[in-house]
């Protein structure tokens, strides 16, 4: 089974990465990684089959969202047709991180890597079991935007996932882990969200528990003025209710002077507000605090062409190219420009 399973591991990248650098990554390190991702099953009362994901971090040890673990009262780990007993868990409910503790579960840790350590456009790859088929999905993406919270940074990527990828992993390039795939907003341009390895430290100080299902609220699913500040652009973003993100972004500037994201998420409202002045005062304070901010430079690439403002347009193709030259193109369609802009 195990020889079959790996064999089927390779067909499922092969055909799943849209990405020629992801493609290029060792074998070795891709293997690792996919193995170390788990599913999460259990009966629920109605006796129908919860699932969910988890990734492999130390001897017998899986983390997985605490989310996973609501729906029933006998959870397992499988991989394959391999089974292994659920014998206790540690909780953090609020962060939606529990550390399940299995036995005789042959599977190494999988390697750590850090979200602290993550760049605005750099690559990552979603393994998890979306839609809970039997063999991880892979699905490469970019980190849009990281955000400091509690020792770590929530992660928001292009990297996609479906339900049954809760609690599956998000890994760098290197196939280190970063994140735990745990929630995305609905509709057609959602967003993905990772929570940071960091918070394994903590997790592992949480007390033994042996009862199930878990209960508990986590972050994301409060009220929505009682979620994180970064997390309530979210929604005004998706239903482009200009208005509302400009409350939410502007309070966030408040609050936090020095996070250039904010910055940028009042840049965007005053854009789609018309009020262009004012977005670019935003957008600049954004670049201003962070220089590898490359949403923040389109944003402004769009505004010099409004002003036809050559000079500018130029300038920031420029900065551009420095920073990641495959978003030229992007810049070009944007401003207006056929392949560079003189």
Same mark, same amino acid.
């Given at each position: 089974?195990?020889?079959f399973?790996?064999?089927?591991v390779?067909?499922?990248?092969?055909?799943?990465?849209?990405?020629s650098?992801v493609?290029?990554?060792?074998?070795?390190?891709?293997?690792?990684?996919?193995?170390?991702?788990?599913?999460? =099953?259990?009966y629920?009362?109605?006796?129908?089959?919860?699932?969910g994901? +988890?990734?492999?971090?130390?001897?017998n040890?899986?983390?997985?969202?605490?989310?996973?673990? =609501? =729906?029933?009262?006998?959870?397992?780990?499988?991989?394959?047709?391999?089974?292994?007993?659920?014998?206790?868990?540690?909780?953090? %409910?609020?962060?939606?991180?529990?550390?399940?503790?299995t036995?005789?579960?042959?599977?190494?840790s999988?390697?750590?890597?850090?979200? #602290?350590?993550?760049?605005?456009?750099?690559?990552?790859?979603a393994?998890g079991?979306?839609?809970?088929?039997?063999?991880?999905?892979?699905?490469a993406?970019?980190?849009?935007?990281?955000y400091?919270?509690?020792q770590?940074?929530v992660i928001l990527?292009?990297?996609q996932?479906?339900?049954?990828?809760?609690g599956?992993?998000?890994?760098d390039?290197?196939? =280190?882990?970063?994140?735990?795939?745990t929630?995305?907003?609905?509709? %057609?341009?959602?967003?993905?969200?990772?929570?940071?390895?960091?918070?394994?430290?903590?997790l592992?100080?949480?007390?033994i528990?042996?009862?199930?299902?878990? #209960?508990?609220?986590?972050?994301?699913?409060?009220?929505?003025?009682k979620?994180p500040i970064?997390?309530?652009?979210?929604?005004?973003?998706?239903?482009e209710?200009?208005k509302?993100?400009?409350?939410?972004?502007n309070?966030?500037?408040k609050?936090?002077?020095?996070?250039?994201?904010?910055?940028?998420?009042?840049?965007?409202?005053?854009?789609?507000?018309?009020?262009l002045?004012?977005?670019?005062?935003?957008?600049?304070?954004?670049?201003?605090?962070?220089?590898?901010?490359?949403?923040a430079?389109? %944003?402004?690439?769009?505004?010099?062409?409004?002003k036809?403002?050559?000079n500018?347009?130029?300038?920031i193709?420029e900065?551009?190219?420095?920073?990641?030259?495959?978003l030229?193109?992007?810049y070009?369609?944007?401003? +207006?420009?056929?392949?560079?802009?003189?």
């Open positions: 089974m195990k020889r399973f790996k064999f089927f390779f067909i499922s990248l092969g055909f799943s990465f849209y990405s650098n493609l290029a990554l060792n074998k070795d390190q891709l293997m690792n990684s996919f193995l170390s991702v788990v599913m999460i =099953r259990g629920n009362e109605a006796g129908g089959l919860a699932f994901s +988890g990734v492999v971090v130390g001897d040890q899986v983390v997985t969202n605490c989310h996973v673990l =609501r =729906r029933t009262k006998q959870p397992w780990v499988s991989q394959g047709e391999d089974t292994y007993s659920v014998t206790s868990v540690k909780a953090d %409910r609020w962060h939606d991180l529990c550390l399940v503790t036995f005789g579960m042959p599977h190494k999988v390697p750590m890597g850090k979200s #602290t350590d993550l760049k605005k456009g750099q690559e990552v790859i393994i079991h979306s839609n809970g088929v039997p063999a991880p999905l892979t699905s993406g970019v980190v849009k935007s990281t400091d919270l509690d770590g940074k990527s292009s990297a996932f479906r339900m049954g990828a809760s599956s992993g998000l890994f390039t290197e196939g =280190r882990l970063v994140g735990i795939n929630f995305k907003t609905s509709g %057609r341009n959602s967003f993905y969200y990772a929570l940071p390895v960091e918070w394994l430290n903590s592992k100080n949480k007390p528990e042996t009862n199930f299902p878990i #209960t508990g609220v986590a972050l994301w699913e409060e009220e929505e003025d979620k970064f997390l309530q652009v979210a929604i005004p973003t998706i239903k209710d200009w509302k993100l400009f409350d939410v972004a309070e966030w500037t609050k936090e002077k020095n996070n250039a994201e904010a910055w940028f998420e009042l840049g965007f409202a005053n854009e789609h507000l018309n009020n002045s004012e977005a670019e005062k935003a957008y600049r304070q954004s670049t201003k605090l962070d220089n590898q901010n490359t949403d430079l389109l %944003r402004l690439g769009i505004i010099a062409k409004t036809e403002d050559k500018e347009i130029k300038n193709q900065q551009i190219s420095k920073i990641n030259p495959e030229l193109e992007e070009y369609q944007l401003v +207006g420009c056929s392949k560079t802009c003189e």
